[in-house]
């Protein structure tokens, strides 16, 4: 199978969380056989890679980040044969195929930490095995070695008697992290690589990567909860550059999810120079509305500060030699159509909800980098605003659930809460029609199908003039047909004292010039002179254009010139 050879610059990326994509067996769980079969929906779209999501062998801890085998399908996802077939057919079609790299941690139930817990020292040392502070001696755990939390709520560390040791979890307590100055332990991991490699897979999405390198010294964080700690080790960019190298994977689509990073860091992720990677993501973009820097603390989007932050990261990977992933969803987020502009209008056309998934799109697909699509993003999919806490399926959700309850917030209160943070905001099934089920499954979903199905769905919207995915797929082919938004550099511009919630950018190419200006006011406001007058409009948010020096609310334009 010939891997497909694209220039990433020009490219868009699909992702297919698999477990909500499509069911293909009626067992309530999407697989690799519905994938395969909603491929003609892809080509229809336009995009130009499929990201597939972890559908390895998996406890399903994590939703499937927690892998016991990294060289097998999941039977819940199909076989082997069914992936195989899944890369012949999208390459058929021009699509590439990329896959999920989690190599931070395994699962518990991997060979590798089975064979550690038996007492095998080659595998115990693959691991991060640590005695407890103050403990007296052998088989006294005393206390965690660090004051370190894991993501999902917690401490990171926990005891583990049939090792003898505490070992750490950056995440879930089912995910001990791999040690990574273990020369075997990178050795398999680039082993695991060209395995899939060795598939005809076109690229790879490394998972918390740059949670690898873990500090040299382990001690207590003193202000904070050891996260800073971790991120962007002092070995990262050494791992990572081998990695690459002994995977052979150097020419493919490569990204690299980015916890807590920087942008010095991410510049040399990803500056073709170094040999690492072709891009990465980052996340302070979607902190702009965590009240005091918490997820579980809500406040209304700080819109300056996101023009501050996509200012800084689209200017300054550009004066670095760097290359950003664009998006605003994935499976970890709620859905930003919810997040910046509410529930009012869902599914209708002309409605806050149009103008408001039309405005993001245009927003980041017209940036520097290369704009990622989540699934449903192309309908405009919405936070389910489930009625109870029993529909929640995600461990982070329910940990701090409980955690905000014990911490004083009432159920009602926490349950709002969970209902805008929660990533199963972004899990839920895939909207392929209105009938029960979504078009989704005939059987009973894993996670509640919510009931914006009936007017937000891909049957109601390919096709139709002015639909949300008519919007995304002509988004992908401006990309595809114009080199100033592929290539061209890219430069803020302020839209004046009167539209403080306005984000606005120019990017340019030879003689081309485009603007772009997108407003995520609910009213109504004046902007300064873009240098627009006279330009053609490119795609906007609403059907008509913009009045002249102003954007109604939640308007976003490009202009051509
Ligand atoms: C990444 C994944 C997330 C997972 C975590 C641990 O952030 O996107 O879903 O829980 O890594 O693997």
């Not at 909500?20 to 909603?38: A, I, N, Q």
């Not at 969970?418 to 009938?435: K, L």
């Amino acid at each position: 199978m010939a891997a497909i050879e694209k220039d990433f610059h020009g490219s868009v990326v699909y992702q297919v969380y698999i477990k909500s994509f499509c069911d293909s067996d009626g067992d309530g769980v999407g697989d690799l056989p519905g994938v395969t079969s909603k491929l003609d929906y892809l080509a229809e779209l336009g995009v130009d890679y499929l990201w597939l999501t972890p559908f390895y062998p998996s406890p399903q801890r994590d939703g499937g980040y927690d892998v016991s085998d990294y060289r097998a399908v999941d039977p819940a996802y199909g076989t082997m044969a069914d992936f195989d077939e899944l890369v012949a057919r999208a390459h058929e079609r021009g699509i590439g195929v990329m896959l999920d790299m989690v190599l931070c941690h395994t699962s518990v139930e991997h060979e590798w930490f089975r064979r550690a817990l038996a007492g095998e020292e080659r595998y115990r040392a693959y691991y991060i095995l640590r005695d407890g502070r103050g403990s007296s001696g052998p088989g006294d755990p005393g206390q965690p070695p660090t004051n370190w939390d894991c993501a999902f709520g917690g401490s990171a560390w926990k005891w583990e008697p049939r090792l003898g040791k505490w070992y750490l979890h950056l995440h879930d307590v089912s995910q001990p992290d791999l040690d990574w100055t273990n020369p075997e332990v990178r050795a398999e991991c680039a082993e695991v690589v060209r395995f899939w490699k060795d598939h005809g897979v076109d690229g790879f999405r490394f998972d918390v990567v740059n949670l690898i390198s873990k500090p040299e010294v382990f001690e207590d964080d003193l202000c904070g909860a050891g996260r800073r700690l971790f991120a962007d080790g002092p070995h990262i960019h050494e791992y990572l550059r081998e990695l690459v190298a002994r995977a052979g994977i150097g020419d493919m689509l490569t990204v690299g999810e980015m916890a807590s990073t920087d942008l010095a860091n991410c510049v040399r992720y990803t500056r073709p120079e170094d040999r690492e990677l072709s891009m990465s993501f980052s996340f302070h973009h979607l902190k702009v509305d965590y009240a005091g820097g918490s997820k579980w603390e809500l406040m209304e989007p700080d819109i300056a500060r996101l023009r501050e932050i996509f200012l800084e990261w689209q200017e300054g990977m550009q004066a670095g030699g760097g290359w950003n992933a664009l998006f605003w969803d994935n499976h970890d987020q709620p859905r930003a159509v919810t997040r910046f502009g509410g529930r009012e209008g869902v599914g209708l056309r002309g409605s806050r909800w149009d103008h408001v998934g039309k405005m993001l799109a245009i927003c980041v697909h017209l940036m520097k980098g290369t704009p990622y699509v989540y699934q449903g993003d192309e309908l405009g999919m919405v936070n389910p605003g489930y009625d109870s806490i029993e529909r929640f399926r995600d461990v982070e959700t329910t940990n701090y659930y409980q955690i905000m309850l014990e911490m004083g917030k009432g159920p009602e209160e926490a349950l709002r809460v969970v209902n805008e943070r929660s990533r199963d905001n972004g899990r839920t099934p895939m909207q392929w029609s209105a009938r029960p089920g979504a078009g989704f499954t005939e059987g009973s979903p894993w996670l509640e199908i919510p009931a914006s199905h009936k007017l937000v769905n891909a049957e109601a919207e390919v096709g139709v003039v002015g639909s949300m995915f008519e919007h995304y797929r002509a988004l992908i082919r401006l990309r595809h047909e114009l080199d100033v938004i592929a290539r061209g550099s890219v430069r803020f511009l302020d839209a004046g004292p009167a539209a403080p919630k306005v984000i606005a950018y120019e990017r340019t190419l030879g003689e081309k010039r485009v603007v772009v200006a997108c407003s995520f006011d609910a009213e109504p406001c004046s902007i300064a002179d873009l240098g627009v007058s006279g330009a053609e409009v490119l795609i906007g948010s609403y059907d008509d254009e913009p009045p002249a020096g102003a954007l109604r609310p939640f308007e976003g334009v490009a202009w051509i010139m």
